[in-house]
């Protein structure tokens, strides 16, 4: 059952590959060097589908009463992470049609200030993608507790950006007000693949030994 685990470890940390070429696709869109949600997308996220469909597909066939505590809490762990970023890779798609929409059918195009601060989330959600793959890989207790500061402090950004925009609105600048509803849906989704990417944590300090969540003064898991 390891060497199985194992394997499916492997293609989990696959399917988080994918997913960061997508982030650097939603910058690539941001900054309309890309100007189309291109076919390449669409394969990396149908990709993901494949392999999480693959993925419980393989872990279904173990039969869990035969595992140990330890593989059987592993099971679980992969079964997690592995529908979060089946979320986290829909959720991506649908941002970049968003996006390209706006750009094409209303041809109206973010405010410099505005483009700059999704550009500053998408590269904090690429670095969580990371920290949150490798927690999940090692189970290091202290990398999980940065995992969490790092949530909390995109949080912060999110909502800093989400004030700062409506303060251009109220200054009436053209860009802002005319983008305004797709800038604010955006941070609210970028929120959300945030608290995917970061789920990882909760795991790792929820079933230490060490009362190491508590000591994280309990944060909440939703989304």
């Known amino acids: 059952p390891s060497l199985a685990l194992a394997n499916a470890v492997r293609e989990t940390l696959r399917m988080g590959d994918l997913i960061e070429s997508m982030l650097g696709s939603m910058l690539a869109v941001l900054r309309g060097t890309q100007t189309a949600v291109t076919q390449e997308v669409r394969r990396l996220n ?15 066939q173990m039969p869990r009463e035969d595992l140990g505590e330890h593989d059987n809490r592993r099971w679980a762990e992969i079964i ?15 941002m970049l049609r968003k996006i390209q929409q706006q750009k094409t059918s209303h041809r109206r195009s973010f405010s410099e ?23 999940f890989l090692s189970g290091d207790e202290e990398s ?10 995109f949080r912060a950004q999110e909502r800093r950006l989400a004030h700062a925009h409506v303060s251009r609105l109220r200054q009436k600048v053209v ?11 955006l941070i609210a ?35």
């Open 46 to 60: 149908d990709d993901v589908e494949a392999l999480y469909s693959a993925i419980k597909l393989y872990l279904a």
């Open 80 to 94: 997690e992470l592995t529908i979060n970023l089946e979320l986290a890779s829909g959720l991506i798609e649908r």
């Open 175 to 185: 860009q802002s007000i005319e983008t305004s509803s797709l800038h604010l849906e």
């Open 113 to 135: 200030v505005g483009l700059e601060e999704l550009a500053d989330l998408q590269v904090q959600l690429q670095s969580n993608l990371r920290l949150g793959l490798s927690v």
């Open 189 to 223: 989704d970028m929120k959300r693949l945030n608290s995917l990417f970061c789920s990882s944590a909760y795991v790792v300090l929820e079933t230490s030994d060490t009362g190491a969540l508590s000591s994280e003064g309990q944060p909440e898991r939703s989304l």
């Open 144 to 153: 999980a507790r940065q995992l969490l500061r790092e949530k909390r402090r």
